[in-house]
């Protein structure tokens, strides 16, 4: 079911483009959601870079969710212009997911979330993935300065679920 007003006050709040209908946060909301769906990914400038291409990759890096509310690594250098293919493995029980953001931005999305759990989006730089399975995402960071990763499922922003991106010249 499509909730309009959610997405506009998503939308108002955050500037994200979001689309309507895609996986719910909930239990078993995003059995085989990857971060991207149907189709190409939306190409939308961000503060922290934009939707990159897989022929452009030029390193993957694995990123483990774990159910003690934890990244690993839980920091991650790369190169302005690069694109980074993050591989985000679940090893925990319970779905987790990765978005990236501005602190400012994943702050009042996580705060969002709470008031809205079943809130659907879905955007290149997010990937929300269920219990031992793997999702990705492919960027191109070509803004410099220090960014942040994390999982915006309720209390899990809240225990500390987050890292950072550094984007260096």
């Known amino acids: 079911m499509k909730h309009p007003h959610v997405a506009t006050l998503a939308s108002a709040i955050l500037g994200l483009a979001l689309h309507l209908p895609a996986s719910a946060h909930g239990p078993g909301g995003h059995a085989g959601h990857h971060g991207h769906g149907q189709g190409a990914p939306v190409k939308e400038q961000k503060p922290w870079g934009i939707a990159g291409e897989a022929q452009a990759v030029s390193r993957t890096i694995e990123i483990r969710m774990t159910d003690d509310m934890r990244f690993f690594p839980d920091r991650i250098d790369v190169k302005l212009g690069e694109t980074v293919r993050l591989v985000a493995v679940n090893a925990g029980q319970v779905l987790h997911e990765i978005v990236i953001g501005t602190p400012e931005e994943l702050k009042a999305h996580a705060e969002l979330m709470k008031k809205h759990p079943n809130m659907e989006h879905d955007e290149p730089y997010m990937a929300h993935v269920d219990p031992g399975q793997r999702g990705e995402i492919v960027w191109t960071f070509n803004r410099p300065g220090t ?23």
């Open 147 to 169: 960014f942040e990763f994390a999982c915006l499922i309720p209390g899990h922003f809240e225990a500390g679920m987050k890292g950072t991106i550094t984007v260096r010249r």
